[in-house]
């Protein structure tokens, strides 16, 4: 008996050796309850035993007793609320360094420069967080920007191009706040003094007109020069934002849609149009902010494709580049270039 005394202590702590051997490795054991993906909404304040036990009970860990050992190895790391996506198996261990991460799951949201707010509700759609149709109700109310730009009608050309880290629970309202204050923090960084709806307004046609970034500079300086010159800017991006603002876009330019009258059709109204027709990035709003100094007052796509314009300082350089484009288009296509504009587009980009 007394040897058995003796012997009884050692056992325990192996006993305990082991037992705490196999909690540690229990803990770390990669364990997938669940099929698919699914999501874990941690809320402030949510004590660590809850969250074991809804943890355990999505299948993360395999009971809230692995979690909770996971936390006992670990008691002062502090947990981050937010929302987490879980689809592969992983230790109980892992799951807790990821919450303590704040590694929370977002929908990275793309907004690409020249969009419109059509575009961006089919986008907003296309990645799950609400309807086209609520992004747009949302976007035509622009109290949001109201105090900066009191001209606005709408969110137009104030929700910034940019890629946006949201929340799967997102609403359609609060995007719109978070592409407005975007759209502060460059206008800001500009520069931009007083209201800059007209501001905005030119460099969301900047935006539409070019992709080439070196020409931005001179395409606001020759709408400037038409400006200046009470000429209508004859911009066909802003056709086609009439016809979508009237529910009449088929994809193409047609020659109702150039007669149409309407306050954004720049064919029909002189000036610039009452705002912005997209959502114009950076380089387009310092573009129309500095604006430049050039004599040229038309401008013309390139026949090569290149997204180049070609620009004139009077009507007959002009209507030569005109020419030279019809010939180079037709030239592509294989056919005679037209002495007299068809159905379809009345004239080129000038």
Same mark, same amino acid.
């Given at each position: 008996m007394r !040897?058995l005394?003796?012997?009884?202590?050692a056992?325990a702590?192996?006993a305990?050796?082991?037992?705490?051997?196999a909690a540690?490795?229990?803990?770390?054991?990669?364990y997938?309850g669940f099929?698919?993906e699914v999501?874990?909404e941690l809320?402030? !304040?949510?004590?660590?035993?809850?969250m074991?036990?809804?943890?355990a %009970?999505l299948?993360v860990v395999?009971t809230p007793w692995?979690?909770?050992?996971?936390?006992?190895e670990?008691?002062?790391i502090?947990?981050?609320?937010g929302?987490?996506?879980?689809?592969? %198996?992983? !230790?109980?261990?892992?799951?807790?360094?990821?919450i303590?991460?704040?590694?929370?799951?977002?929908?990275?949201?793309?907004? /690409?420069e020249?969009?419109?707010?059509?575009?961006i509700g089919?986008?907003?759609?296309k990645?799950g967080?609400?309807?086209?149709?609520?992004?747009?109700?949302a976007?035509l109310?622009?109290?949001?920007?109201?105090d900066l730009?009191?001209?606005?009608?709408?969110l137009e050309g104030?929700l910034?191009?940019?890629?946006y880290?949201v929340?799967?629970?997102?609403?359609?309202?609060e995007?719109?706040?978070?592409m407005t204050?975007?759209?502060?923090?460059?206008?800001?960084a500009l520069?931009?003094q007083?209201?800059?709806?007209?501001?905005?307004?030119?460099?969301?046609l900047?935006?539409k007109?070019t992709?080439v /970034?070196?020409e931005?500079?001179r395409v606001?300086?020759?709408?400037?020069n038409r400006?200046e010159a009470?000429?209508?800017?004859?911009c066909? /991006?802003t056709?086609?934002?009439?016809a979508?603002l009237t529910g009449a876009?088929?994809g193409?330019?047609?020659r109702s849609?150039?007669?149409?009258?309407?306050?954004?059709?720049?064919?029909q109204?002189?000036?610039?149009?009452?705002g912005?027709?997209?959502?114009p990035g950076?380089e387009?709003?310092?573009?129309a902010?500095?604006p430049?100094?050039?004599?040229?007052?038309y401008?013309?796509?390139k026949a090569?494709?290149?997204?180049?314009h070609?620009?004139s300082e009077s009507?007959a350089?002009?209507?030569?580049?005109?020419?030279?484009y019809?010939?180079?288009t037709a030239r592509?296509h294989?056919?005679?270039?037209?002495a007299v504009?068809?159905?379809?587009k009345?004239?080129p980009?000038?």
């Amino acid at each position: 008996m007394r !040897g058995l005394r003796r012997w009884l202590p050692a056992a325990a702590i192996v006993a305990a050796a082991v037992g705490g051997v196999a909690a540690y490795l229990e803990v770390r054991t990669p364990y997938r309850g669940f099929t698919g993906e699914v999501f874990y909404e941690l809320k402030r !304040g949510t004590g660590t035993l809850t969250m074991a036990r809804e943890l355990a %009970a999505l299948g993360v860990v395999r009971t809230p007793w692995h979690f909770l050992g996971a936390r006992l190895e670990r008691p002062r790391i502090a947990l981050q609320a937010g929302e987490y996506r879980f689809a592969e %198996a992983a !230790g109980a261990d892992q799951v807790l360094a990821r919450i303590a991460r704040g590694d929370v799951y977002y929908v990275e949201l793309t907004i /690409p420069e020249g969009s419109n707010l059509f575009e961006i509700g089919e986008i907003i759609a296309k990645a799950g967080l609400g309807s086209a149709e609520e992004f747009r109700r949302a976007a035509l109310d622009a109290e949001a920007i109201r105090d900066l730009a009191p001209s606005a009608t709408s969110l137009e050309g104030y929700l910034y191009p940019s890629t946006y880290q949201v929340g799967r629970h997102v609403n359609t309202v609060e995007l719109c706040r978070r592409m407005t204050a975007e759209f502060r923090k460059v206008w800001a960084a500009l520069g931009g003094q007083g209201d800059p709806h007209a501001t905005v307004t030119l460099a969301s046609l900047v935006e539409k007109e070019t992709g080439v /970034p070196d020409e931005r500079d001179r395409v606001a300086g020759v709408y400037v020069n038409r400006l200046e010159a009470g000429m209508r800017l004859d911009c066909d /991006p802003t056709v086609i934002y009439a016809a979508l603002l009237t529910g009449a876009w088929r994809g193409t330019i047609y020659r109702s849609d150039l007669d149409r009258r309407h306050p954004y059709n720049t064919y029909q109204t002189a000036g610039l149009p009452p705002g912005p027709i997209a959502n114009p990035g950076k380089e387009s709003l310092l573009a129309a902010l500095n604006p430049e100094p050039t004599k040229a007052i038309y401008f013309v796509a390139k026949a090569d494709g290149s997204g180049g314009h070609v620009f004139s300082e009077s009507l007959a350089a002009h209507e030569r580049a005109v020419a030279s484009y019809r010939r180079g288009t037709a030239r592509q296509h294989g056919r005679a270039a037209p002495a007299v504009a068809g159905r379809k587009k009345a004239k080129p980009r000038k």
